[in-house]
């Protein structure tokens, strides 16, 4: 196992200029991209003009190996299910919803009499369209972990758990739910795996959410019936189901979980190494959503010295095999207001509030006034106009964190979330320079 060193940021010093004048490749093997590239798909995107047509035009998909579908949700009785209730389930846009010709990734309309249509379908097509691209579902997020550690708390909860999400993903046994979509078999072939981003075993998540002592444990064993009945499933229809999680880069949370048990059951694990730093910290001082290294002078009370490094190295340190850990991402930034410049350019400065809401895709974020400044030491970019200062990560990191990976034998990189990346998928475009060239 290769561990990360502090030259790899050295190294990518000397050599990002040239990385970043290097031609985006036009056409890939596709199969034989070089480490996962993980993205996350919203099922909310929809409503904000955002498509799996997008996936396809913006040059995203070709460029990806997995798609994580977010979110499904975990039942008050431990089971995966589908819904339209809000804030419950969107079934409608999951797999009932007609997509019209100008949104469909063949150009071709979903017909009335189909049993699948929506997301799902579009996901299939955009697999058909793409060999390499797996799609993954996602289960809990933020919002809907709240029964996990009920789902998790026995062997037979966990039994019915995993099997409830096996025949509903897997199977493809929609629910129709009073409309003519849906079925035993419908949404068969869509997905090829489960992904668990329970936020977060042992506590710490959304208010309300259940919290057992022994959740971590729990975890593990939830995991491996996972891996059990994936891999019975598996074994029937000749495949390898992909079993992968996200889990949480503040060190407290993540040494609830037994590292070493839990990687011997997945493919790997999605490090959320983002969110060390952001608008919930609403005065300031101003500091990176997602620094690749740590820096002695960062001020903060809370998360002092967090890195993406700090917590690739915890999870190492803790049983992970390098080639398992997958380094989030973000394709969004927080910014603060009434900043001022201090000696580095807004950076560990104080703030009368939050800019814009606090939160801005990256789409947004490059096209707000302001000069673009970048840490090569600590691998860190922020945004800077004299008052509003903005962490967020540049095409240019973020080929720097896709040449971490590689160099240190990780197993890719993970995106939250695809819709925050511009029309020509710049972003992908530099992650897949960096996992490349």
Not at 363 to 391: C, E, M, R
Request: proline share 4%.
């Amino acid at each position: 196992m290769r561990m990360p060193r502090r030259t790899s940021a050295l190294i990518a010093a000397t050599t990002l200029a040239a990385l970043v004048s290097a031609p985006t490749a036009q056409a890939h093997d596709t199969h034989r991209l070089k480490g996962q590239r993980v993205g996350y798909f919203t099922q909310w995107g929809i409503y904000g003009g955002f498509s799996a047509k997008k996936v396809q035009t913006s040059g995203q998909a070709g460029k990806l190996t997995v798609l994580n579908y977010a979110f499904g949700n975990v039942s008050a009785d431990g089971t995966c299910f589908e819904a339209n209730a809000a804030g419950v389930g969107d079934a409608w846009a999951d797999y009932q919803r007609p997509v019209g010709a100008e949104e469909s990734v063949d150009g071709v309309a979903d017909a009335a009499e189909q049993p699948m249509k929506g997301n799902f379908n579009q996901l299939r097509k955009l697999k058909a369209a793409n060999p390499q691209l797996k799609a993954v579902i996602s289960l809990g997020g933020w919002t809907w972990s709240k029964y996990f550690s009920d789902a998790a708390a026995t062997d037979a909860s966990r039994k019915k758990f995993v099997s409830s999400c096996l025949d509903l993903y897997l199977r493809g046994n929609l629910p129709q739910l009073g409309s003519a979509e849906g079925g035993t078999g419908a949404g068969a072939g869509v997905f090829d795996g489960i992904d668990i981003d329970w936020e977060y075993p042992g506590g710490g998540g959304d208010a309300g959410n259940v919290v057992r002592p022994e959740d971590g444990h729990n975890y593990t064993l939830l995991m491996q019936e996972f891996r059990r009945q994936l891999d019975e499933l598996g074994g029937k229809a000749r495949t390898h189901y992909l079993l992968t999680a996200a889990v949480p880069a503040n060190e407290a949370k993540a040494d609830r979980l037994e590292i070493e048990k839990v990687a011997r059951s997945v493919d790997w694990l999605n490090l959320m190494t983002y969110d060390l730093h952001g608008s919930w910290e609403s005065l300031g001082p101003t500091d990176h959503n997602a620094n690749l290294y740590s820096d002695r002078a960062d001020p903060a009370t809370d998360n002092r010295g967090y890195s993406a490094d700090r917590v690739v190295r915890h999870y190492l340190d803790r049983g992970l095999p390098s080639e398992k850990a997958v380094l989030g991402v973000p394709f969004y930034g927080y910014g603060w207001t009434g900043v001022p410049a201090g000696d580095k350019f807004g950076l560990y400065q104080p703030a009368t509030g939050l800019a814009r809401g606090g939160s801005l895709p990256y789409n947004q974020i490059k096209d707000l006034p302001g000069t673009v400044h970048y840490d090569w030491f600590h691998g860190a970019t922020w945004k800077y106009d004299g008052t509003d200062f903005w962490s967020y990560d540049t095409p240019e990191l973020l080929t720097r964190k896709a040449q971490y990976s590689r160099w240190n034998g990780l197993g890719g990189v993970m995106i939250w979330s695809l819709d925050n990346d511009d029309a020509q998928g710049s972003l992908v475009s530099a992650l897949d320079r960096g996992l490349t060239y």
